[in-house]
């Protein structure tokens, strides 16, 4: 009890100074976010890039049909053709390199989740209108996860239309990352590394993920969601290498 009617008053000023403390930080990043994330020139709110760096973006116009490859002609490519994959289509936004490789780096290793919203919101506008509704992101495994403190995927898949069907498929064991690895080690690394988590598989799923290198991860889970049940299968990345 406190007498005379006193106030706890350290506590009281503690609770206004986290208050204060919030509220500038919002401040801070509301500032933030009005300079070019590339350049830092001041952009109107609401704008991430300015439009010249937007227009310099290396955005992806042509590759294969079905798996994107940008060093692919416009009709599928001899590798589809050969080992054809479980998806039908991958929608990429850029070409990874120069300031998307960048942005990618500072987002996913660097945890400047506004990075990658950037690249996603400019993703989602890419997206074609018959998109599969129900979006699963690639999952990270635990030690990953404890790691970086966030699965990007999810991140991305956030600012795409759709639901997200994260506890769909989950990744076990402890494989090398991939991007350390030679394109046939890739596909020998994450070979069984996915197991779904439900019998429950949608018909119509996109799976979600910041790169597609050799595709040998969106393969491999894309196999396993159609041996499941899934029917029609996309893949939407921030872009592909």
Known sequence: MWLNGSVPTRTVNQKQGRQVNGLLTRLLAQL?????????EH?????????????????????????ADPRAPACECGHCQRYPPAFDRV?????????????IRRFKHGGDLSAGRVLADALAEQCPTDLPP??????????????????????????????????????????????????????????????LATDQVPTRLTIVDDVVTTGATVRELARILARAGAREIMVCALARA
Not at 32 to 40: A, I, K, N, V
Not at 49 to 61: I, T, Y
Not at 166 to 191: D, K, M, T, W, Y
Request: with cysteine; hydrophobic share 35%.
């Open 91 to 103: 929608v990429a936004g850029f070409e990874y390199r120069d300031e998307v490789a960048s942005l």
């Open 134 to 195: 129900t979006l699963v992101p690639v999952p990270l495994d635990r030690r990953r996860l404890r790691e970086r403190g966030f699965n990007q995927a999810i991140e991305i898949a956030r600012r795409l239309p759709g639901g997200i069907a994260s506890g769909l498929v989950v990744r076990g064991g402890s494989h090398q990352p991939q991007s350390l690895l030679a394109a046939h080690q890739r596909r020998r690394n994450i070979r069984h590394a996915f197991r």
């Open 32 to 40: 933030l976010e009005r300079d070019c994330r590339l350049c830092h």
């Open 43 to 67: 952009v109107p709110s609401g704008e991430a890039l300015c439009p010249q760096c937007r227009n310099a973006l290396p955005w992806l116009s042509a590759g294969c049909s079905r798996c």
